[in-house]
């Protein structure tokens, strides 16, 4: 079974400063990994998915095999990127669904 | 805006009772997922239809069903309902079902007093 590690509940920040947030997964095959945001309990809204490799509003991630990690980066922080984000893995032989990491609040302080 | 609809917004109700919650995918979609999110287990699959056909199960328990129906949306019905069914319940849609990208719906959240 596949399964989704987000280490960090909640993460704080300053504004301006560089931001991190862990994922790591557990899966046999071949995963697709997914960053989905969620600000103030809204819809997920996705946000970058390992396969298109681009940067989305200053974040980037890159998959590591190696360590099964998919961590999540962005250099500079703004006040406007706190939120829940969710890290996903698609598995396709398990039906295509996802599974979530538990999140990880980011609150940028001025 | 992802185009995934979903209805009603809130829904308040007592134990016991039955409910039902529709998702209307984004246009050209053919797979719905439902998904709930609730404080103590996070984001949890419950099922996935593509083209009116079940494909996946997930936790979802045997008081609930859904189905989607030849217009492509999906209903999601919860009966017997436990306080403990108290949740955010997301629908997403996507292409196809195999390699694209799942676009979620704004969710219903519900209130079982």
């Known amino acids: 079974a596949q399964r989704v590690t987000q280490p960090e509940k909640l993460l704080s920040v300053f504004k301006g400063a560089p931001v991190e947030l862990k994922c790591n997964y557990s899966?046999?095959?071949?995963?697709?990994l997914f960053w989905y945001v969620q600000y103030s309990r809204q819809r997920l809204q996705l946000l970058l998915r390992?396969?298109s490799r681009e940067s989305i509003k200053g974040f980037t991630a890159d998959l590591n095999k190696g360590e099964t990690s998919f961590h999540l980066k962005k250099p500079f922080a703004q006040e406007e990127d706190s939120a829940m984000y969710y890290c996903?893995?698609?598995?396709?032989?398990?039906?295509?669904?996802?599974?979530f990491g538990g999140g990880t609040r980011v609150l940028v302080k001025p | 805006d992802s185009g995934v609809t979903q209805t009603p917004k809130h829904l308040i109700t007592a134990t016991g009772q039955r409910v039902t919650l529709r998702c209307s995918p984004r246009?050209?979609?053919?797979?719905v997922y439902w998904y709930q999110q609730s404080l103590d287990q996070g984001l949890q699959f419950l099922i996935h239809?593509?083209?009116?056909?079940?494909?996946a199960k997930g936790n979802i328990l045997e008081r609930f069903s859904a189905q989607q129906f030849p217009d492509l949306h999906s209903e999601l019905n919860l009966s017997s309902l436990e306080l403990g069914d108290s949740a955010l319940y997301f629908c997403?849609?996507?292409?196809?079902?195999?390699?694209?990208?799942?676009?979620f719906g704004p969710g219903t959240r519900l209130t079982v007093l």
């Open positions: 246009s050209g979609d053919l797979s």
């Open positions: 390992h396969i």
């Open positions: 239809y593509y083209n009116g056909e079940e494909r």
């Open positions: 899966y046999s095959g071949s995963p697709e």
């Open positions: 997403a849609s996507s292409e196809t079902g195999s390699t694209d990208t799942q676009y």
């Open positions: 996903a893995l698609k598995a396709r032989a398990a039906g295509n669904k996802l599974t």
